[in-house]
């Protein structure tokens, strides 16, 4: 097994910045494809986006492209999301994920981990 816990969220003016860090400890962290993803009140939970077990390779989902950039550091067990030119509508609760395959990393149930998520509320 592997735990996540995330952080690094909080309230951000439009056009700001924030960065969160989710930190795996158990199993050997760089064996996990991982994924961030988001929920808003009343919506299904969104695909953010995902990076590979070497960090080599990174894919994004359609509403975060060019703003948001996924990174990893495998000695720190840490995967990082980025967040520039926040909007409100990126406004929601934010999970990272951790799965053993590159495999249907949009889907939400290709993960078999999960932190507990860490709020990002963006003010216009």
């Known amino acids: 097994q592997v735990q996540l816990v995330e952080s690094g969220g909080g309230l951000v003016q439009a056009g700001g910045s924030l960065r969160l860090s989710c930190a795996a400890s158990?199993?050997?962290?760089?064996?996990?494809?991982m994924g961030w993803f988001r929920q808003a009140p009343g919506k299904e939970r969104e695909f953010v986006a995902a990076?590979?077990?070497?960090?080599?390779?990174?894919y994004n989902g359609d509403s975060v492209k060019g703003r948001f950039t996924i990174f990893r550091d495998n000695y720190k067990n840490t995967v990082y999301l980025q967040m520039n030119s926040l909007k409100p509508e990126d406004t929601a609760v934010y999970y990272c994920?951790?799965?053993?395959?590159?495999?249907?990393?949009?889907?939400?149930?290709?993960?078999?981990?999960w932190g507990q998520g860490t709020q990002v509320t963006v003010s216009s």
């Open positions: 990076i590979n077990k070497n960090g080599g390779t990174t």
């Open positions: 994920a951790a799965d053993d395959q590159w495999a249907d990393i949009s889907r939400p149930g290709e993960y078999d981990y």
């Open positions: 158990g199993r050997t962290f760089s064996r996990y494809v």
